[in-house]
């Protein structure tokens, strides 16, 4: 892959009861999808609708330095709001890495912004990788995917299943909390991968020959060879 193609945005009709309201710097707007650790408070990903002034206040509230107070609550913006409400930050090592995508929406005029790291693209050069996918059944592909452009090692499409498992288990691989869309922080140990690997093969759990001489698949995810990360 050699272009920048960011994601897009969820192609569902949103759920009104999945929706949420973003407040920052004074401004409110409706987050369609997002991705946030709860355990750290960090967002992660965010799609939200509004006006363009609001939009844009809301992302400069995020980037601020130090960070202004931001806040997810349940329920569109307008409506009744119920529930506690959630404070998210922008992870401090990933500023300079943030993109943000606004269109207008022809029907309605208001405006989408589509903010996101470039942790999320797949020829990002960082180890680190932000795994966005429309559900959970395409993760372990598109997984393997970011992984094997990042691995020294050749991965094999066959061994997607348990390079999944090995990383929920060995914490590689942390689920955030998402509406939208499902997200992973991923984390790869290369060395811990490479020992891993090594006994799984001399245990016959993975086989080389298989990998060998199966085909390789059509791409199983929603991501364009020519793009850079997956479309959400």
């Known amino acids: 892959m050699t272009s920048s193609t960011p994601p897009t945005a969820p192609t569902t009709t949103p759920d009104p009861a999945?929706?949420?309201?973003?407040t920052a710097g004074g401004f409110t707007a409706t987050a369609d999808a997002f991705a946030r650790?709860?355990?750290?408070e960090s967002l992660w990903f965010l799609s939200l609708v509004g006006a363009q002034t609001a939009l844009k206040a809301i992302w400069a509230a995020l980037l601020k330095q130090p960070p202004a107070a931001a806040y997810l609550l349940p329920g569109a913006e307008g409506t009744a709001l119920a529930g506690g409400f959630q404070h998210c930050v922008i992870p401090a090592h990933t500023v300079g890495t943030w993109?943000?995508?606004?269109?207008?929406?022809?029907?309605?005029?208001?405006?989408?912004?589509?903010?996101?790291?470039?942790?999320?693209e797949y020829a990002t050069e960082r180890e680190q990788f932000l795994l966005l996918a429309p559900d959970a059944t395409q993760a372990p592909a598109l997984h393997h995917r970011f992984l094997d452009r990042r691995s020294p090692l050749p991965l094999h499409h066959s061994w997607a299943?348990?390079?999944w498992q090995r990383g929920l288990a060995q914490d590689e691989i942390t689920p955030l909390q998402t509406t939208g869309l499902v997200a992973y922080d991923c984390r790869p140990d290369a060395?811990?991968?490479?020992?891993d690997l090594a006994a799984a093969v001399a245990a016959g759990t993975l086989t080389l020959d298989e990998a060998a001489a199966a085909p390789a698949p059509s791409n199983p995810t929603t991501n364009e060879e020519k793009g850079d990360s997956p479309c959400v």
């Not at 999945?18 to 973003?22: E, G, L, M, P, V």
């Not at 650790?37 to 750290?40: F, K, L, S």
């Not at 995508?101 to 903010?115: I, N």
């Open 99 to 120: 993109t943000t995508k606004l269109t207008r929406l022809p029907v309605c005029g208001g405006w989408h912004a589509l903010v996101y790291t470039t942790l999320a």
């Open 18 to 22: 999945t929706r949420y309201t973003i």
């Open 191 to 195: 060395a811990a991968l490479k020992a």
């Open 37 to 40: 650790d709860p355990a750290t």
């Open 161 to 163: 299943p348990w390079l």
